[in-house]
């Protein structure tokens, strides 16, 4: 079945750093990638819509400057979470499809101290 | 807007146990309803999925029936295992869907002890 790579799957890093995390689709090329962030106790919530070799589409209240969406290929979209405040700590989650169906990443675990 | 409301965790049941999460939605038009579990270090995936009223999905002995009269989507399940500890999250995707994007609940975590 289709797979979706995350990675990384836990990150730390200082505040005023810029992280950045990769979804990969393994097996299949995805023409839209999600970006999703979820709060704790919290629904996941949409960020952006990445569209390959287009810009991404981001979601009202998104900062678009701050959380840098990356979609060169069929297989690869990066967020880039620039500037990283304690704020920002959240877990973040990708997903890739066609439209017919779409899979998930594994989520990545951001800590910003 | 659309919206999922989900039964706040965590569950905690007996091997066995009858199992039920709800789940209710908030939609216009008719939406794809969906039930998406997530086993620790390993990402979401699709468990079971209805498209209209009154369909009934159903995988690995869970099921879940659309309720367009109550907009509810509660997973069951007669008998759980310890392998069904997990996360699980509602989920919906609206129709006419102009983004392909779904709209999830918070997730209600399981555990099951022998």
């Known amino acids: 079945g289709a797979v979706v790579s995350q990675h990384p799957s836990r990150v730390i890093c200082k505040s005023g750093t810029s992280v950045k995390i990769e979804c990969r689709s393994l097996?299949?090329?995805?023409?839209?990638m999600f970006w999703y962030r979820q709060f704790p106790k919290q629904s996941l919530m949409l960020m952006a819509t990445?569209?390959?070799?287009?810009?991404?589409?981001?979601e009202q209240g998104v900062e678009k400057d701050k959380f840098l969406i990356n979609h060169a290929s069929l297989t690869l979209s990066t967020l880039t979470v620039t500037s990283a405040h304690p704020e920002d700590s959240s877990f973040y989650i990708c997903?890739?499809?066609?439209?017919?169906?779409?899979?998930f990443g594994s989520g990545t675990r951001l800590t910003v101290v | 807007g659309d919206s999922v409301t989900q039964m706040e965790g965590p569950v905690t049941l007996s091997e066995e146990a009858f199992l039920t999460i709800n789940c209710t939605y908030t939609?216009?038009?008719?939406?794809?309803l969906f039930w998406y579990v997530q086993y620790p270090g390993e990402g979401l995936q699709l468990l079971l999925k209805?498209?209209?009223?009154?369909d009934k999905g159903s995988n690995k002995g869970f099921e879940a029936t659309y309720r367009k009269e109550t907009t509810s989507f509660h997973l069951e399940k007669g008998s759980v295992q310890v392998s069904d500890s997990a996360v699980y999250f509602c989920?919906?995707?609206?129709?006419?869907?102009?983004?392909?994007?779904?709209?999830f609940g918070t997730g209600t975590s399981l555990t099951v002890i022998p």
């Open positions: 990445s569209n390959e070799g287009s810009k991404a589409t981001y």
């Open positions: 939609a216009t038009g008719y939406p794809s």
């Open positions: 997903s890739a499809g066609t439209g017919a169906g779409y899979t």
């Open positions: 097996d299949f090329q995805a023409t839209t």
């Open positions: 209805a498209t209209k009223a009154d």
């Open positions: 989920a919906l995707r609206p129709r006419p869907n102009t983004g392909n994007q779904f709209y």
